[in-house]
């Protein structure tokens, strides 16, 4: 056996023991070890070279960087997810051909759906749907991920939030709560566009909080510069409202008229 | 599909992992990232461009230990976004980790990029005077490292270009000194310090530093040398280096006198110092002497010139042969001797067609003197240098009804025909000269002419003569005196001061003339003295001058060339034009075209636009090419001075060379609706057509037949009629053995053939100065030479079908002087076969010879003895002249006599036979070449004798007899030649 890749196969047991434990700083570090010595496999991508162990070492590497981006979600790290998440991709897109598909693919890609749609980067969702194979549309935990998006575009923001109860997968938590915030602050954008004022009770409904306590929370730190008064929540828009820009039409039309009239006297 | 893809080699499909990977915090992450990302970056550099930002800040900071590499593949990413100064900058920061052997797209471009930057820089430096010390050292190390890696790997060429552009002259000699073959490296280094450097001052210092390394050189290449040194103007450096005879004529066919006369008297001096003895080592090769006598060690040692034969004397009568050779090379130097082979030459090869003048005199109305004088100018053109003037003596009644300036003409037109007669040209002209004293017998007219024709016999090889015309020109009130270059300044000026405006004309030429290429102070005199007067010939005559003044100064004359051009006088902006031309000449300089263009499109007057075109054939006679193309819009211009001024601008920069594009452009032209349109096609053709044969371009035939129809068309209008007659004249120039050539063998320009072009472009203004295109005839023939300067016989081959190169077939009606002349030499399988007679007598010369070789260089001091026996012996291997003719299918190549006439298109074809007796010194196909004598022993045959100027004096003088007075008693009895018949002007 490969000195390199017993080593690495010993690390990851550690990594996995630890990751069971939830001992999230040694796994951390361990994983940092990992990454490293994963780079002195040459079958690994970009390179893919050709080695005897090279399905051996692809299977393990992907392995880990699963883990890693499963890691990233328990400690709540959207940077290191996409970090993890990009490396993982290419042992699903490009080594595909030459490794058993893993149980963990389509959940892992419907967690990328989700942050994407977390992060409110609704281009790139489209690409990498475009991306998947019809089969893989299929699967519960990309079209769950699908459905949250045309709920969310439709407005039906109540459905986003109910979407929470039937997660396919225990790390999709996460994110469905980093999503219920976006929602909500989809939904006080509009409202503050849209009223001048709410009813305690209405906003409460509107921003399906379960309780006052909780929108009140929520003001306090979103939205400082609502005002709560006599059971109505104020938005501040006419204060800020600037008058809206004028079209200079009049400007325009002299102009033209004058660039007319200068046409004619040159021909 | 899955195992199709597995089979092939798995590719990744984005970037995007290791783009991601660099964000990782552990720094092997990175480095792993970064180094993958390099590699790959061909492929995913739009991936990657959108991360440039995160790689910069790698190579920012300074605690990462791989900065290069991110500094190297932001390079790369910047080079596929076609940034290139921002991936030069990225590069010079990836310092080594930038491979210049890399053999990508890439690498090519920056580096290519990265020495444009260097040497821009260089230049710019060089040009501020100031120390470059902006330049970023990182870039040095760039190019200096692609220099390097260049001379390592035996790219010297690709070396020594770069260095010539980046001005780094020690890598240049770095590159020459390592090249294996440094003689092939230097004269490359030559031609390339020619034709690619631009800047005067900087051309100079690289022909230095090659001066220098020939110098170093175990066996220097003279000529080169010398060649360089000419370049440079700095005679002192060739007293060095002079040595063979060869390199004299080289020397003398360039044409620069100055440093002729340099030179010359270089090498007096140096026969005054003591002579020491032969076998000197190397190291005292500082006098001249002594430089000749290693020099013969060498010569020896490689047997590479005549001279060795006379060296091997010992130190007794080598005081005699120094002072013999010093006086032959002083010959040469001084052009005597190729002025005297090259008239024997067009003499004994003359093929003028007499037929033809006949023709054009017939049709030519007598009362239209401007066709009259064309007529003569035509006749002088054709027999230019031939000194055959058998037409002016058979028609001297019709030579007669010249009048005022037409007899003017008619009398100078005979220095066209005796150019260079120098000996006797005093004499040829006496009849017509002003009396010293007496006031002149003739008419003024006459007197002027006849100076005039004395000046063209000797120009550029004044010195006898000067004193005479100075003399002349004080005692007599003639009009106008065209005295070309050899008057002093004093003279001169005093004539411009009396403000007459006809001499005061000639006087601004002939100043201009005097001080070609000097740029003296004197310009700026004439300037303000051409504010002053009045007389627009004398501005025109000085606005000329002045031009002559600043040929080829290059951005010297940039200043000179801004006052005049801003004049408000548009005769000084026409100076102006012709000094943009001169200065540039040949050099087909951008700024120059540019201006001139500009120029041709926008001044108000119509002589200052045709000038303009003009001008640029001057500027672009180096390539002719180019010319057709770039005034082929001019030619179509509706301004008819426009039109003009391109066909001549052809004409001149296309001059001899029978280019296709040019003959095509000319064509429409020749039939323009406006008269002087179709004047200076015809003579713009003519020039282009000189010496091609009708079997190279049947356009040639055509033309010729136009030219006789214009001329017999009673209804042609007298400008394109006086074109056409000229034209004819111009077509068979110097009896159909010389070409318009403004470049010499050596690339080099030759000022008089330059000059007089230019001058020649001005007869619109003053008919005569038609004259001024003899000057830049230069006779198309190989001449060998043995050591005594003879010519002997001797064969050599051209591998080309004769119909291409042979002279035109005379006119129908034969005269007594064509069928005298028919080709000679039509080589058929007889020749063949003697050729292989030869041969073999050769060989078995050969055996003897060997054995008498052997003896002869036991008995080395012999040799000249037995040299000058051999020749009183009068046995010997005489080759019959195969003039044989014979009406056989046309051989594939023909065997040329010594000397014999080699178009400028057939020297690709000349080969020289190995088994022949002498072997060329110079491997050169036209021109004069010193052969050297592979058999001494033996007799030679001399095919030109020494005495064909006298006998061409006394054949003239037989002609003469026709005249009124019976000359029989002068008629060749001594030496000199009988001078014609002063003709009588009857009207």
């Not at chain 1, 001992?23 to 040459?42: E, G, I, P």
């Not at chain 2, 921002?86 to 471009?109: I, K, N, Q, R």
């Amino acid at each position: 056996m490969d000195p390199n890749l017993t080593e690495v196969s010993q690390l990851f047991e550690r990594f996995k023991a630890a990751f069971m434990r939830n001992d999230f700083d040694t796994c951390d570090n361990l994983l940092s070890q990992l990454k490293v010595l994963l780079t002195k496999f040459r079958s690994l991508p970009p390179l893919f070279e050709e080695t005897p162990k090279a399905i051996h070492e692809l299977t393990l590497a992907r392995d880990i960087y699963e883990h890693a981006v499963v890691l990233s979600v328990k400690i709540e790290d959207q940077d290191a997810f996409e970090r993890d998440f990009f490396q993982l991709k290419p042992y699903y897109t490009d080594a595909c051909g030459r490794l058993p598909p893993s149980p963990q693919e389509y959940p892992i890609l419907g967690l990328n759906l989700l942050r994407l749609l977390v992060q409110n980067r609704i281009a790139e969702f489209h690409t990498e749907l475009e991306l998947l194979s019809a089969t893989a549309l299929e699967n519960p935990c990309i079209k769950h991920a699908v459905e949250l998006e045309q709920s969310f575009m439709e407005g039906a923001y109540n459905r986003v939030l109910s979407a929470r109860q039937t997660v396919p997968h225990e790390t999709y938590v996460y994110f469905m709560d980093l999503l219920a915030k976006t929602v909500r602050d989809e939904i006080s954008g509009c409202s503050e566009k849209a009223y001048d004022s709410l009813s305690i009770n209405d906003a409460r409904k509107i921003e399906m909080f379960s309780s006052v306590q909780d929108l009140f929370e929520y003001i306090k730190e979103e939205h400082p510069e609502w005002e709560i008064k006599n059971g109505f929540v104020i938005f501040q828009r006419a204060k800020e409202s600037a008058p809206c820009k004028e079209i200079p039409s009049l400007q325009l039309i002299n102009q033209t008229l004058s660039y007319a009239r200068e046409l004619e006297r040159i021909v | 599909m899955a195992a199709a893809a597995a089979a092939t080699a798995t590719m990744v499909s984005s970037a995007g992992g290791l783009l991601a990977m660099l964000n990782e915090s552990h720094p092997l992450l990175k480095l792993h990232a970064l180094s993958n990302l390099n590699a790959f970056v061909d492929s995913f550099w739009p991936e990657i461009s959108t991360s440039v930002p995160i790689i910069e800040s790698l190579y920012e900071d300074e605690e990462f230990d791989q900065r290069q590499l991110a500094a190297l593949l932001v390079s790369k990413v910047f080079y596929y976004l076609g940034e290139l100064n921002d991936s030069l900058s990225y590069a010079l920061g990836a310092g080594p980790m930038f491979d210049v052997s890399e053999d990508s797209d890439y690498v090519h471009t920056l580096l290519a990029k990265a020495i444009d930057e260097y040497a821009s820089v260089k230049s710019k430096a060089a040009e501020s005077n100031d120390e470059a010390d902006k330049m970023d050292p990182r870039l040095e190390a760039i190019v200096e490292r692609m220099l390097d890696k260049c001379i390592l790997d035996g790219k010297y060429q690709q070396a020594i270009g770069m260095a010539i552009e980046c001005r780094r002259l020690d890598k240049l000699e770095e590159a020459i000194m390592k090249s294996d073959n440094i003689h092939a490296t230097l004269s490359y280094c030559i031609n390339i310090s020619h034709s690619f450097v631009n800047l005067r001052e900087y051309r100079h210092e690289v022909l230095r530093l090659l001066v220098k390394v020939y110098k170093k050189l175990p066996s220097p290449d003279y000529l080169s040398i010398c060649q360089c040194l000419m370049f440079l103007d700095e005679a002192e450096g060739v007293d060095d280096a002079l040595l063979a005879l060869q390199i004299a004529f080289d020397l003398v066919e360039n044409e620069h006198q100055a440093f002729l006369l340099n030179v010359r008297n270089l090498l007096s001096s140096a026969k005054s110092q003591p002579s020491e003895p032969a076998q000197q080592g190397p190291a005292a090769a500082e006098s001249g002497q002594n430089l000749i006598a290693t020099a013969s060690e060498d010569v020896q040692m490689t047997d590479g010139t005549q001279a060795s034969n006379v060296n091997v004397q010992e130190a007794d009568p080598k005081e005699v042969t120094y002072a013999e050779r010093l006086t032959k090379i002083k010959g040469i130097l001084s052009g005597e001797t190729s002025i005297q082979l090259t008239l024997q030459f067009l003499y004994s090869h003359n093929k003028s067609d007499l037929l033809i003048l006949k023709t054009i005199k017939q049709s030519v109305e007598p009362r239209n003197s401007v066709c009259h004088s064309a007529t003569i100018y035509a006749n002088a053109i054709m027999h230019a240098g031939t000194t055959v003037d058998t037409f002016l003596r058979e028609n001297l009644d019709w030579l007669g009804r010249a009048t005022n300036w037409a007899k003017f003409s008619a009398t100078a037109g005979l220095g066209v025909i005796h150019r260079g007669h120098l000996q006797q040209g005093r004499s040829l002209m006496a009849p017509y000269l002003p009396q010293s004293g007496a006031g002149g017998g003739g008419s003024p007219y006459s007197e002027g002419g006849a100076l005039y024709a004395l000046g063209l016999i000797h120009a550029n090889h004044g010195e006898g003569i000067k004193q005479f015309l100075r003399d002349s020109l004080r005692s007599t009130n003639v009009e106008l005196l065209e005295l070309l270059m050899k008057i002093s300044m004093t003279t001169v000026k005093t004539v411009l001061y009396t403000d007459s405006a006809v001499a005061g004309e000639a006087a601004g030429i002939s100043m201009g003339l005097l001080m070609v290429g000097t740029a003296s102070e004197k310009a700026g005199e004439m300037l303000a003295y051409a504010h002053e007067t009045q007389h627009e010939k004398i501005i025109r005559g000085l606005a000329l001058g002045i031009a002559l003044t600043v040929y080829g100064r290059e951005e010297e004359a940039d200043t000179l060339i801004e006052q005049m051009t801003r004049d408000q006088d548009p005769i000084l902006r026409y100076g102006g034009m012709y000094a943009l031309a001169l200065a540039y000449s040949g050099t087909a300089n951008n700024k120059a075209i540019r201006q001139l263009l500009h120029f041709a499109v926008s001044d108000v007057s119509d002589d200052v636009r045709r000038t303009a075109v003009l001008a640029l054939g001057f500027v672009l006679y180096s390539e002719p090419e180019q010319t057709p193309r770039i005034v082929s819009l001019l030619s179509e211009s509706y301004n008819p001075h426009v039109r003009y001024g391109a066909a001549l601008a052809v004409g001149i920069s296309c001059a001899g060379t029978g280019l296709s594009e040019a003959i095509s452009l000319l064509e429409p032209l020749t039939s323009d609706v406006v008269d002087f349109v179709r004047q200076g096609a015809l003579i713009a053709m003519a020039m282009v057509m000189v010496q091609i044969s009708e079997a190279s371009d049947s356009r040639v035939g055509a033309f010729r037949r136009q030219l006789e129809k214009i001329i017999l068309d009673k209804h042609e209008d007298t400008m394109s009629k006086m074109g056409a007659i000229l034209a004819s004249g111009i077509l068979d120039a110097g009896g159909r053995n010389v070409t318009i050539k403004l470049l010499s063998k050596t690339k080099h320009d030759k000022i008089t053939a330059v000059v007089g072009l230019a001058v020649f472009s001005q007869f619109w203004y003053w008919y005569p100065l038609i004259y001024f295109i003899s000057l830049s005839f230069s006779p198309t023939a190989f001449i060998g030479l043995n050591y005594d300067l003879k010519v002997p016989r001797f064969e050599f081959l051209s591998h080309a079908k004769p119909s291409l190169f042979e002279y035109p077939r005379p006119t129908s009606a034969p005269t007594t002087t064509s069928a005298a002349k028919l080709p000679t030499a039509v080589l058929s399988t007889s020749a063949k076969a003697k050729a292989r007679a030869t041969k073999k007598e050769a060989d078995q010369k050969g055996i003897t010879e060997k054995s008498s070789g052997a003896e002869s260089s036991s008995a080395g001091s012999n040799t000249g003895k037995g040299k000058s026996s051999g020749d009183k012996d009068g046995d010997s291997m005489q080759v019959d002249s195969l003039t044989e003719k014979k009406a056989e299918p046309e051989s594939s190549f023909e065997i040329l006599t010594n000397p014999a006439r080699v178009v400028p298109a057939q020297e690709k074809f000349i080969k020289f036979l190995e088994d022949s007796r002498y072997a060329p010194v110079k491997l050169a196909p036209s021109g004069f070449s010193l052969l050297k004598d592979l058999r001494p022993t033996e007799p030679e045959v001399l095919s030109l004798t020494d005495a064909p100027s006298s006998t061409a004096a006394a054949a003239a003088a037989g002609g003469s007899t026709t005249g009124q007075q019976g000359s029989a008693s002068a008629m060749a009895v001594d030496e000199e030649p009988q001078p014609p018949q002063p003709f009588e002007y009857t009207s």
